[in-house]
C-alpha cells in the first residue's frame, strides 16, 4: 500500500485556481452558435439532457467539457468539434494544463505571422449579419447573396473602404 499524500490535482485550472482560459473559449464558442441559431440556454440543455446551469457552467468556462459532451454540443449545434477552438488566441492557447506541469521550455507554441486586434466572431456586427441571414426567407436567395459575399471576399481587386468615392 502506497502511504505517500497525493498531490491534488486542479482539474485543469490555471495555478490561481481561475477557470482555464482554454475552457474559457470553448465555452464562448458554445455560447456564441447557441446564440446564433437563437437558442436559449434551457433549449440547448433540453436538446443535450441537463439542466441550463449546467450549459452556464460550461458558458463560463467553470466547468470543463468533456469529450463526449463536447461531441453531443457540436452535433445538437450542427459544427464540427473544430469549430470551438477556432479563433483562439495564442495568449490562451498557452494556458493548456500540461504548460503548468511541464518543465519550461519544453513546450514551444508556433508564432502567429499576424495578430488580430479583434475577434470578427466576438463583434457585434458579426451576429447581426448571421442572425439576418438565416431570417431570409427565400433559401435560394440567401445562398446566392452568400456565394456573392464569398466572391467578394476573395477577389483582389482594389479595397475601397465605404464613402471613398472614385
Request: a positive charge.
Amino acid at each position: 500500500m502506497n502511504l505517500t499524500k497525493s498531490k491534488k490535482t486542479s482539474r485543469g485550472r490555471t495555478p490561481s485556481g481561475q477557470p482555464n482560459p482554454i475552457d474559457v473559449h470553448v465555452g464562448n464558442r458554445i455560447r456564441l452558435r447557441r446564440t446564433l441559431l437563437g437558442y436559449s440556454q434551457e433549449k440547448l440543455a433540453s436538446m443535450l439532457g441537463l439542466t441550463f446551469q449546467q450549459v452556464q457552467k460550461y458558458e463560463r468556462g467553470n466547468n470543463r467539457v468533456g469529450a463526449s459532451r463536447l461531441w453531443d454540443i457540436s452535433k445538437v449545434l450542427n459544427v464540427p468539434i473544430n469549430f470551438f477552438y477556432e479563433d483562439m488566441d495564442r495568449k490562451v492557447a498557452q494556458q493548456s494544463p500540461r504548460v503548468f506541469s511541464a518543465q519550461e521550455g519544453v513546450l514551444s507554441f508556433e508564432e502567429n505571422q499576424e495578430e488580430i486586434d479583434m475577434d470578427p466572431m466576438k463583434r457585434q456586427e458579426t451576429l447581426e449579419l448571421v442572425k439576418a441571414y438565416y431570417r431570409i426567407p427565400n433559401r435560394k436567395a440567401a445562398k446566392y447573396l452568400f456565394n456573392l459575399i464569398i466572391t467578394m471576399s476573395k477577389s483582389g481587386g482594389d479595397r475601397h473602404q465605404i464613402g471613398d468615392d472614385e
